[in-house]
């Protein structure tokens, strides 16, 4: 079912008619008792009945809201014009917000695409675009905003890894665009059936589980020294061939086969060494026997 709009008429000026009118009714009432004039009093009793009545069709409609109006359950419209409005008495009214809204999901416990087990953790922004698909598709659209919201995050979070490998090209913790416009679209994908919108979701949270986070936090580690360590040995490696090539080009040693690889491990050593180096005074010669 979708939304359609009912334009209820501005409830100021029938207020100042059902005003006067009851003002003068009970005058009438007043004058009836006093005079003892039977049919005046029941003719202004037969008139307060529908004057009650009418007085029950006044709602307030505030900016961003609008009013899911019904007829004995049949659905008669929905009025988003704000101010004090007047439909017919008997229509059931119901406020739905259109105001902007955030959901927080809980700190969701998933395992991820290599089935390692992660803390996850999203935000949704959300408004209601139909009134009618948000009060009658669904029982209530506000739970149903989280449930969805949450089962989307995990349906996402096991489509992906927690770290990127060779093997993949997106991750949780490498890719925040990718993976929140993903989520924004699973999420927007379960919730339409509710005249749902989603303007904007993203993770919030994301963690290893505390099985695990301490043996992930080492392998972390490890290949962040692995990384580290290539690119020490291919810069040191850069700095040997170029001091080889300008102590040959410019002429000033001419190393023969083994000063060269003497040469090349020593400052092979020199570069990809942790702690300073001491130099050490060579006496001799690496031809002395």
């Not at 009545?53 to 988003?80: K, M, S």
């Not at 259109?98 to 927080?104: K, P, T």
């Not at 991750?171 to 509710?194: D, F, G, V, W, Y």
């Not at 080009?249 to 491990?265: F, P, Y």
């Amino acid at each position: 079912m979708q939304e359609k709009k009912l334009s209820a008429p501005s409830g100021v000026p029938i207020f100042i008619a059902l005003f006067l009118v009851t003002l003068a009714n009970i005058g009438m009432l007043i004058f009836g008792l006093r005079g003892g004039d039977k049919t005046v009093i029941l003719t202004s009793l037969l008139i307060a009945a529908p004057l009650s009545i009418l007085w029950f069709g006044f709602f307030i409609v505030q900016p961003n809201q609008g009013v899911v109006l019904q007829f004995f359950g049949r659905y008669a419209g929905t009025c988003r014009d704000h101010g004090l409005r007047w439909a017919n008495p008997f229509y059931t009214k119901r406020v739905v917000t259109l105001r902007i809204r955030n959901f927080e999901s809980s700190k969701l416990k998933v395992n991820e695409l290599e089935g390692s087990p992660i803390e996850i953790g999203a935000i949704a922004v959300w408004y209601v675009h139909d009134t009618a698909e948000a009060v009658f598709n669904v029982d209530d659209y506000e739970n149903f905003v989280k449930v969805q919201s949450e089962a989307a995050l995990r349906q996402m979070a096991t489509s992906y890894p927690y770290d990127l490998h060779d093997d993949h090209k997106i991750s949780l913790r490498s890719h925040s665009a990718e993976i929140n416009e993903h989520l924004k679209t699973e999420i927007q994908e379960r919730l339409a059936s509710a005249g749902v919108s989603v303007l904007e979701a993203r993770v919030s949270h994301l963690a290893y589980a505390q099985e695990i986070a301490h043996a992930m936090l080492q392998r972390q580690q490890a290949s962040a020294i692995i990384a580290a360590r290539s690119k020490i040995v291919e810069g040191a490696v850069s700095m040997v061939q170029m001091a080889l090539e300008k102590l040959r080009n410019e002429g000033i040693i001419d190393l023969d086969e083994e000063r060269k690889a003497a040469m090349v491990s020593n400052l092979l050593v020199v570069l990809c060494g942790e702690r300073g180096t001491q130099p050490i005074v060579n006496t001799g010669t690496l031809y002395s026997g």
